[in-house]
Every structure is written in structure tokens, then in C-alpha cells.
Nanobody
Framework: QVQLVESGGGLVQAWGSLRLSCAASGSIFSINAMGWYRQAPGKQRELVASITWGGSTSYADSVKGRFAISRDNAKNTVYLQMNSLKPEDTAVYYC????????WGQGTQVTVSS
């Protein structure tokens, strides 16, 4: 069973930056589009960024221009560089496939203070 492990979250002030990492236990990234999702308290989980196997990226309007998703297929790792963070970016961040989800990991908490 492939496992996803997210890391890199933390507490940061507004306008700060964080880089999240998502490591998979199996070689899945090279053949699947991957995404970063987030879930804030009381809200549904939402897709904020995705990247295809070929490297094409897509972003939610709320993070466009501030977040950047990338992948290293050799390391089975997906990254999310988050810049100019805002308090509304506070959430637990998860990675997963864009469709046919794998079991969700524990996520990594991102807290942005104003």
C-alpha cells in the first residue's frame, strides 16, 4: 500500500514563506498527476495546486502567483513552495493524486499569523 507523508508545515507570519514536501513510499508520481489539497477548520478539503506527469501545473485562483508546485519523480516527492502567505492560508495541507485517491496521509499544519 502506497503511503503519503507530508512535511514542512509550521507557524509563520503573514507574508512569510514555507516549503512543503510530500514523499510517497512507492513509485507513483511518474505516472500520475499529483495535487496539494488543504482543509481549514469547518471547511471542505480543496485542491490548491496540481502537476501532471509531464510537469504542467494548475492553481486555484486564491493561491495563483504565490504558490508553486513541483515534483521530483526520481525521489517520489512533490513540493509546494508557498510565498506571501496570508492568514486565510491557514489549514492542514495534504497531497494526493488528482483522481482515484490513495489513502490520505496525516497532513501538515500550516498556521499563518497576522
Amino acid at each position: 500500500q502506497v503511503q503519503l507523508v507530508e512535511s514542512g508545515g509550521g507557524l509563520v507570519q503573514a507574508w512569510g514563506s514555507l516549503r512543503l514536501s510530500c514523499a510517497a513510499s512507492g513509485s507513483i508520481f511518474s505516472i500520475n498527476a499529483m495535487g496539494w489539497y488543504r482543509q481549514a477548520p469547518g471547511k471542505q478539503r480543496e485542491l490548491v495546486a496540481s502537476i501532471t506527469w509531464g510537469g504542467s501545473t494548475s492553481y486555484a485562483d486564491s493561491v495563483k502567483g504565490r504558490f508553486a508546485i513541483s515534483r521530483d519523480n526520481a525521489k517520489n516527492t512533490v513540493y509546494l513552495q508557498m510565498n506571501s502567505l496570508k492568514p486565510e492560508d491557514t489549514a492542514v495541507y495534504y497531497c494526493n493524486k488528482v483522481r482515484n485517491f490513495l489513502p490520505w496521509g496525516q497532513g501538515t499544519q500550516v498556521t499563518v499569523s497576522s
